[in-house]
């Protein structure tokens, strides 16, 4: 299945979706090679563009802030993705559920495609936000992947699907913390002052 099939169908189809997905053999380096960078790609140039010629009133425009925030969501995507799956996967008996590296990344990348896909309106930061609510999709997304990825029965959805959100949320909120604080330092930007030109 290509990108752009996938994507597409992760956002209209996804039930039928997911039944293809659980037939496919699981590679982590491919879905992180050939879904996830091309798809992270959109909010970081969107990003990049917005922060650095656009502009947001509190920062102005900044070539530079344009940059720290790319860095922050390209980053951010891979890292999440990456230690969200493992939780998730390490927490898969407690929900009995398999237990299965594969899947779990399976399940965590293939549920982002909404917050990837709709993070090209970080173009205008002013109303970059939107594209996380519109993102926000993807829980329900990850419901509906949970039992053909990881064989969640449907009376331990709900309870895996909560944990599986809170961990997505805190370890998205403490990588975006962490590289900010180095990313900004690096740059030298200050989060308590005006940074445009």
Do not use: C
């Not at 951010?76 to 993705?81: E, G, K, P, W, Y």
């Not at 799956?85 to 909404?114: C, E, H, W």
């Not at 909120?173 to 990313?183: C, G, K, N, Q, R």
């Amino acid at each position: 299945m290509n990108l752009v099939d996938r994507a597409k169908n992760m956002i209209l189809t996804p039930k039928t979706e997911w039944e293809v997905i659980s037939s496919e053999e699981p590679n982590t380096g491919q879905i992180l090679t050939g879904y996830v960078l091309p798809l992270a790609l959109i909010p970081t140039i969107a990003a990049f563009i917005g922060y650095s010629f656009i502009g947001f009133s509190f920062w102005g425009r900044s070539m530079t802030y344009g940059i720290v925030q790319a860095l922050i969501i390209f980053i951010n995507a891979f890292l999440s993705v990456l230690i969200a799956s493992f939780v998730i996967d390490a927490l898969a008996g407690s929900f009995g559920s398999q237990k299965n590296s594969g899947r779990a990344t399976q399940l965590v990348a293939y549920s982002m495609t909404p917050v990837w896909v709709f993070g090209i309106l970080n173009i205008f930061p002013v109303i970059g936000w939107l594209g996380t609510l519109l993102g926000l999709y993807g829980l329900y997304l990850m419901y509906l992947g949970l039992s053909p990825t990881m064989k969640t029965p449907e009376d331990k959805k709900i309870g895996y699907l909560l944990v599986s959100i809170i961990v997505l949320i805190v370890i998205y909120f403490v990588i975006a913390a962490i590289l900010s604080a180095i990313l900004f330092s690096i740059f030298g930007l200050s989060l308590l002052h005006n940074i445009a030109p």
